[in-house]
């Protein structure tokens, strides 16, 4: 008896929700088998037939990682991909082509795609290379129980221990909640309101200065040990990613 495949565990974001695919392919039937295949690992799954469609999608859906097909009509994969990036947009991409022909890795790669696969190709090496490409490239939920990880910054929300690359952190209790509330949203952009709200838990009369206060205690105390973590939006608000 043949024993059934293990399946590799699913992949979440590191807010708990679906990984975000986009599936951008001229081709119906196959953009709507891969989407399939996608949501089979649990993920969102979005389709694309043609490279406007695509920059659309990109901007609208925010996808976490990008499939994409060079040879399209009008728009092809090459252009979408400049377009993209252009717009500062950085999601890890894999591009899906007939061409197998070795200038053409070559223009794919230095494009800014992060890998590629060539027609025909079997399902699970697509989906086990998007794997790849999500596990390398997203801040993905920590499968560590109570730690939160963002780049090398890891908090336990159990022990209230925190350190960065090894080297522990010793945070205030306000100071523990402002980052466990960041690194459980890494990479959106809270404003000061939010921030408050969660925190703190009530209004504090105009006197929001209080978050610029304790992001200025973060900022020594986190990004003193290595490139900057914290960020300020100007306008909107604050994020933590991983450093560059």
Do not use: C
Not at 55 to 64: G, Y
């Amino acid at each position: 008896m043949t024993s059934a495949p293990i399946r590799p565990p699913q992949l979440l974001r590191a807010d708990g929700t679906p990984v975000r695919a986009l599936i951008v392919d001229d081709e119906s039937s196959l953009s709507e088998l891969l989407s399939m295949a996608f949501r089979t690992e649990g993920w969102d799954a979005r389709t694309a037939g043609d490279g406007a469609s695509a920059l659309k999608a990109v901007k609208e859906f925010q996808p976490d990682v990008i499939l994409l097909d060079i040879m399209m009509p009008q728009i092809d994969g090459m252009e979408v991909l400049r377009r993209i990036r252009a717009a500062g947009n950085q999601s890890p991409v894999l591009f899906l082509t007939a061409k197998d022909a070795v200038e053409d890795r070559v223009a794919g790669i230095t494009a800014g795609a992060d890998d590629y696969v060539t027609k025909p190709f079997s399902l699970e090496e697509v989906v086990a290379r998007m794997r790849g490409l999500v596990r390398r490239h997203v801040v993905l939920a920590s499968d560590d129980g109570p730690e939160l990880h963002v780049g090398d910054l890891t908090l336990n929300e159990e022990t209230y221990e925190v350190d960065r690359a090894g080297t522990p952190i010793t945070l205030t209790a306000t100071e523990f909640e402002l980052l466990r509330y960041l690194m459980r949203n890494p990479k959106r952009v809270l404003s000061k309101s939010q921030i408050l709200d969660r925190v703190w838990n009530y209004d504090f009369g105009g006197r929001s200065s209080i978050v610029e206060i304790y992001i200025s205690y973060l900022r020594k105390k986190i990004d003193s040990l290595g490139d900057p973590m914290i960020h300020t939006i100007r306008g909107v608000g604050y994020s933590i990613k991983p450093a560059s």
